[in-house]
């Protein structure tokens, strides 16, 4: 994944330290074209190989939601509005190859396509494609939750409080 230049200028100062991170999931669907149902955006991640909607890291002052827009666009070459908010959780913590920590407080949101067809369009992914959304490619459970929380169309947010 590419890093965020600010994301660069804290790891100058605090090196390798786990590092709290607001991120972004973007659950992108349009109307299947050759049957009925409903597809669902999904990338194939250039640093691991495994099927994910569109990730993110939210800039310094961005609306989570902006951010997944954006995301979408740079990644996959898709223009989707969010519509609704999905989830929010922490993720991590993850330590990547070069020994960097971070936890992530992920928002995750449903996108409604706009226009385009996916396409790997920054280097951050080797394909991207709509897939039915009951033909997922295989991917993580929190992936498949995500997903399915945001297809099932119930209105509000999922997220955990400790202790319920």
């Known amino acids: 994944m590419t890093t965020p230049d600010f994301v660069l200028e804290l790891r100058r100062h605090i090196g390798n330290a786990p590092l709290w991170m607001p991120g972004c999931t973007a659950v992108v669907t349009r109307p299947r074209r050759d049957a009925p149902g409903i597809d669902v955006l999904c990338v194939r991640r250039a640093d691991n190989g495994a099927w994910t909607p569109v990730t993110g890291i939210v800039d310094p002052g961005e609306e989570p939601a ?24 922490v993720v991590g913590p993850v330590t990547y190859a ?12 449903w996108l409604e396509w706009v226009s385009g067809e996916p396409y790997p369009a920054d280097g951050e992914n080797t394909a991207a494609r709509f897939a039915p959304g009951d033909r997922l490619p295989e991917m993580n459970e929190r992936f498949r939750r995500v997903i399915s929380r945001a297809l099932s169309g119930a209105p509000e947010a999922q997220f955990v409080a400790a202790g319920r």
Request: charge should be negative; glycine fraction near 6%.
């Open 98 to 109: 070069n020994g960097d920590v971070s936890t992530y407080l992920d928002t995750a949101f």
């Open 66 to 89: 902006a951010a997944c827009e954006r995301e979408v666009l740079e990644e996959a070459g898709v223009v989707a509005r969010a519509r609704r908010v999905v989830s929010l959780e």
